[in-house]
């Protein structure tokens, strides 16, 4: 019995054990979380078994990413759980609609034909939904990111980077399709020049990162990537010497102890959660890091590693890891060209991201005010992820070649 | 396999390094920053135990309380007993000011976070921790109280210790300060010019004067070849740099043992000459200079100067404790201390013992030999130096009765007009108790005359209440 439940070819089992034990702490540990925690836990297991369940049964792909995926949400889930329990209820009914879209969004891009041909929807549509972040923007944590419509609030740039993934595919498919490279070029910096102007500069960053994977790959021209690496220097450099903030991002990263008080407490308070946890953590509920500002979000790798530990900390960064290997093995799988790309280019923007927060939090490199995908706080985030990896899925699979048919 | 397929691996092995690297860097912070990083005192997690964790009593090597805390509704109030006198050593613990002294150094101890996960586990099932460890110090509360009272009224340090074991039995700077009041007089004292948070005994650097002889003597004694009796015509002229004897007096015809004895910097002089800065910078570092001196307090290294090719008469006044050099007492002590123990230089330490509530020792510190600054036999022909010191030469006042006694004395020129007066030596010579390094800052007088009656005294009292 236990050797058929902790059964590598049941890895879902694992998750679940997991989850068990964590929830099982955290009832212990903590009075008057009593019957909401056991309505939650059985709650996120059911999610994570059924969907994993019916992705065996619909999808010939793929079965790692998403299983890595619901491991990664459930950390994250029990984290958010731990430092507020009413957002870690909202987190699940996230996780929720989170898997609804990651359905949809497989369903409706497995059935659409020639998702290829349409470069010019991509922009016009990624540069609407920047201009109506510019005018209805909100401001929050210092960047105009984000919309609200009603009750709900979200951030656009989570769309447009599903729409920049596949503007990219698409150009590289058809390179006729924009009359120079310059005005491809011209166009992707628009994108990076507005999150620059809405002063995101970590999503700037992975916009960036993942137009030079894709450059690299796919681009014939090859001194064009030089060209753009050397105009990256440029203005990394130019933007620290004229931009204020991106300025303050660097000096609290060389030395944040000199502004402990004011702009180095984030970051501060974030080494001494890390440094506290040491290898095995302090243990779910018994560390302190509810004394970080915005943990929840942003600086859940930090929370993780003071009450898992170190060990914890690797584990997801080794989580990604696998990720990226997945998802560069379905990218190598892809026949058709366009998925290959999308596939390569998504992979790119997750593993990306958590690479970037994940560093950021421990000091590696300045700090981007990022979420990290699948564990921090957020629906925004957590559900444009799922559509990512729902796309991700439908690259996983074998498609119909229609390119070959109609050449032949 | 195809070029994209080629350039992706690539692109994979780039981010996987990316990933690995986060996996290094996390755990080059956790095994080498971290523990520094978690003692600072914007870290909150250091004041939420104290909510409910009794701190733990800091008590002298005879279970004197110096240091306790009690409760009273719910808040903590921390009371050390004797006003100034463990300033430096005990330090303070305030929310507001942070902690310093053993107060900061232990603080994980006297609060009772264990770093052992298994015995952590255990406490956590047992119930919540309500009491911190005890420290059962080396220090003997009568000894401290005297060496206070001795240098009353100066500026300097006194460093008091075993030279067998590094026990330190006592230590004092002046000026010093009132942890128990200081909450009101925190702008006094920091903005006082005569800086008493500073632990001098610890971080204060002085020119040692002669009593660095000892060193430049050690490496005169290790190095055979080297000329040991010179002409003393009271000064003697190094490449233009006229280096004097105290009152210019001559000492005619001197050996290595009557150099020291009357502290013939003539002599001392053409030694450094001889030697050359290598081989003396080398025997300076054996006794810890330039060095970190593992302490359970904040400690400053003392100054070798690091320099190629010092000039002639740099060097002469450098191998006389003049010049560049700079030096703390505590490292003083130790100096006395090793020639005292054989050559053999102990770790010193305060804290003998961490013992829990409920009187289990939880960890004891044990003797460690911490340099070996020459053989058996140079550190023998030292101390028959130090002792003829006492008994004929500058460390006449030193003299105890019935117990021999060898010492150095030094009086170091400075920056300001007045001298550093200076006495390192150890008691009984033939079976050293207590070793100890006085400084007596500008003091302007000899080290003869005002720093070697005080040692005296100590010393006495030592050997009488440690009996």
């Known amino acids: ?408 | 396999m195809d070029k994209f397929s080629r350039r992706m691996i690539k692109v994979l092995i780039v981010y996987s390094t990316l990933f690995i690297s986060l996996v290094v860097y996390l755990s080059y912070f956790e095994i080498f920053q971290a523990e520094q990083v978690v003692n600072n005192n914007y870290n909150k997690r250091q004041w939420v135990n104290e909510e409910y964790v009794l701190r733990g009593i800091i008590a002298d090597r005879n279970g004197k309380t110096l240091a306790s805390s009690r409760k009273i509704d719910n808040k903590q109030i921390r009371t050390y007993k004797f006003d100034k006198l463990y300033s430096h050593i005990i330090g303070y613990s305030f929310k507001e000011y942070g902690k310093a002294g053993l107060e900061s150094s232990y603080n994980k101890e006297l609060l009772n976070n264990n770093e052992n996960p298994i015995r952590e586990i255990t406490e956590k099932i047992t119930g919540p921790k309500e009491e911190g460890n005890n420290l059962i110090l080396a220090i003997d509360h009568d000894l401290q109280s005297y060496t206070q009272k001795r240098l009353k009224g100066k500026k300097g340090a006194i460093v008091l210790m075993n030279p067998k074991n590094g026990e330190i039995y006592a230590m004092v700077s002046k000026p010093d300060f009132d942890p128990s009041t200081m909450k009101d007089k925190w702008a006094e004292i920091t903005e006082d010019k005569n800086s008493p948070l500073l632990n001098r005994a610890t971080m204060g650097l002085y020119t040692p004067g002669s009593i660095f002889k000892i060193i430049t003597a050690t490496s005169a004694l290790e190095n055979e070849y080297i000329e040991k009796t010179f002409q003393c015509e009271g000064s003697i002229n190094i490449n233009g740099y006229v280096l004097k004897d105290y009152k210019g007096t001559a000492h005619g015809k001197v050996d290595l043992k009557k150099a020291l004895i009357v502290s013939c910097n003539v002599a001392f002089g053409q030694i450094g000459l001889d030697l050359g800065e290598d081989k003396l910078k080398n025997t300076a570092e054996k006794y810890m200079l330039n060095k970190i001196i593992p302490f359970e307090l904040l400690t400053k290294n003392s100054v070798f100067p690091h320099k190629r090719n010092m000039s002639r008469p740099e060097l002469a006044a450098t191998a006389i404790g003049q010049g560049k050099i700079l030096v703390t007492p505590l490292n003083m002590a130790m100096v006395a201390s090793a020639i005292a123990n054989d050559g053999k230089m102990m770790k010193p330490f305060l804290v003998k013992e961490v013992i829990n509530p409920k009187g289990r020792t939880i960890h004891t510190n044990l003797p460690q030999t911490l340099s070996t600054v020459s053989s058996k036999n140079i550190a023998e022909a030292i101390k028959e130096m130090m002792i003829d010191v006492v008994k004929l030469g500058t460390g006449k006042n030193a003299r105890i009765k019935n117990v021999k006694v060898a010492g150095k004395t030094g009086t170091a020129e400075n920056d300001t007009e007045k001298e550093h007066a200076w006495f390192i030596g150890f008691a009984p010579a033939d079976d050293p108790k207590v070793a100890i390094a006085v400084v007596l800052e500008n003091e302007g007088s000899t080290g003869g005359k005002s720093a070697a009656p005080i040692a005296r005294d100590i010393m006495a009292a030592a050997l009488n209440i440690l009996k």
């Open chain 1, 1 to 408: 019995m236990i050797k058929k439940v902790l059964s590598y070819k049941m890895p879902q089992n694992l998750i679940f054990l997991v989850n068990v034990m964590a929830l099982l702490l955290l009832y212990f540990y903590k009075d008057g979380f009593d019957k909401f925690i056991l309505t939650s836990g059985i709650l996120l297991t059911f999610i994570i078994y059924i969907s994993n369940f019916m992705l065996l049964k619909t999808s010939s792909g793929d079965h790692y990413i998403f299983l890595i995926m619901t491991m990664l949400v459930s950390i994250g889930i029990i984290m958010i759980y731990r430092i507020n329990p009413s957002y870690g209820f909202r987190q699940i009914t996230w996780f929720g609609i989170g898997i609804i879209t990651f359905f949809l969004f497989y369903t409706v891009t497995k059935n659409i034909r020639g998702l290829e041909k349409w470069t010019k929807v991509y922009v016009v549509l990624s540069m609407a939904l920047f201009l109506s972040t510019l005018i209805f923007g909100v401001r929050i944590k210092g960047a105009i990111n984000w919309i609200k419509i009603g009750g709900l609030s979200f951030q656009p740039a989570e769309i447009i980077k599903i729409l920049f993934v596949f503007f990219l595919a698409s150009y590289y498919v058809d390179r006729e399709k924009m009359n120079h490279p310059y005005i491809f070029l011209g166009v992707v910096y628009g994108y990076i020049g507005f999150l620059f102007i809405q002063r995101d500069l970590g999503t700037a960053m992975i916009f960036y990162f993942v137009f030079i994977t894709i450059l690299y790959v796919f681009e014939e021209e090859r001194k064009l990537i030089y060209y753009n690496l050397g105009g990256a220097v440029i203005i990394g450099v130019l933007s620290y010497f004229l931009v204020n903030h991106v300025r303050v991002r660097v000096i609290t990263w060389i030395d944040p102890w000199r502004y402990i008080d004011n702009k180095g407490y984030q970051i501060t308070q974030s080494l001494f959660a890390i440094g506290s946890g040491g290898f095995f953590g302090t243990g779910i509920g018994l560390g302190h890091p509810e004394f970080i500002p915005e943990v929840h979000t942003d600086f859940i790798f930090s929370a993780i590693c003071e009450e898992m530990g170190i060990f914890g900390g690797i584990g997801v960064i080794l989580l990604f890891l696998i990720f990226l290997y997945r998802g560069f093995k379905i990218a190598l799988n892809q026949q058709h060209q366009f998925f290959k790309i999308v596939a390569i280019g998504m992979t790119a923007m997750l593993g990306f991201q958590a690479f970037i927060i994940i560093a950021g939090v421990i000091k590696m490199i300045p700090l981007t005010g990022v979420t990290l995908p699948f564990v921090s706080y957020g629906g925004s985030s957590l559900v444009s992820s799922f559509a990512a990896l729902g796309i991700l899925q439908v690259a996983s699979e074998d498609i119909y070649l229609e390119q070959e048919e109609e050449n032949g």
